[in-house]
């Protein structure tokens, strides 16, 4: 396992079309993160997945967003609408519940919306 | 607003020099705190984490400080090298919580040769 996979790395979309982004987490990892990062900011958290379950969601995650993580293996984000403001970059960490806390981020997918 | 913050928005130093990363938070029920770097272009990476019981914790050239009468913590860099050159923000997770990090705004640390 070479890690938390992000796909696509760059994703450039006109305002107002839709967007949908992936994640495969650390195979063992039942925890998957979703966050997203400005320009000079930190990661804002946004949603995580214990297994299948989507346990809890940011403010930050208007109704246009939506994720899912169906068999409890990789995620998907979706975006609907996009608008100049959900231009970031995503980043999908994955961890273990119980032990250790330690996240593994990915390398996200960078989004521009023009 | 932000739970945890940075003094310093941009750190410089000299190769070969140590370096320190001060980081502020305000929540109480904080239990555990890490530290990342991260590259342009690449997501955050993993340097040292330390639980609320702790003060002091130990890596590889790096030393993580927590003060938590006044709710500080400090990432510590030893012989600062050129690959060393990054963003680093620390991170809190709340006792109770989904265990999700909440983050500071970041630090850029400058090595200068």
């Known amino acids: 396992d070479t890690g938390v996979s992000q796909n696509p790395r760059h994703k450039i979309t006109k305002r107002g079309q839709n967007v949908t982004f992936r994640c495969d987490p650390i195979?063992?990892?039942?925890?998957l993160y979703w966050y997203r990062q400005t320009l000079g900011q930190g990661p804002e958290f946004l949603t995580y997945?214990?297994?299948?379950?989507?346990?809890?969601k940011s403010r930050l995650l208007s109704d246009r967003f939506s994720a899912e993580r169906p068999k409890g293996s990789f995620s998907t984000l979706e975006i609907q609408r996009t608008e100049q403001g959900d231009s970031a970059m995503y980043l999908c960490?994955?961890?273990?519940?119980?032990?250790?806390?330690?996240?593994?981020f990915g390398s996200g997918t960078r989004l521009t919306v023009v | 607003g932000e739970s945890v913050g940075l003094h310093l928005p941009t750190l410089s130093v000299q190769e070969g020099d140590n370096s320190i990363i001060n980081c502020a938070y305000s929540?109480?029920?904080?239990?555990?705190f890490i530290w990342y770097k991260q590259e342009s272009g690449k997501g955050p990476q993993f340097i040292i984490d330390?639980?609320?019981?702790?003060d002091k914790r130990q890596g590889q050239r790096v030393t993580v400080l927590l003060n938590k009468t006044v709710k500080h913590l400090s990432l510590q860099i030893a012989a600062t090298q050129p690959g060393d050159s990054a963003v680093y923000f620390c991170?809190?997770?709340?006792?109770?919580?989904?265990?999700?990090?909440?983050f500071g705004s970041g630090t850029q640390l400058t090595v200068l040769p």
């Open positions: 960490a994955s961890s273990f519940t119980t032990g250790g806390y330690g996240y593994t």
């Open positions: 195979s063992e990892h039942n925890r």
């Open positions: 997945f214990q297994n299948e379950a989507q346990l809890e």
């Open positions: 929540n109480s029920a904080s239990d555990y």
């Open positions: 330390i639980r609320s019981n702790m």
């Open positions: 991170a809190e997770i709340i006792s109770g919580s989904a265990r999700q990090l909440t």
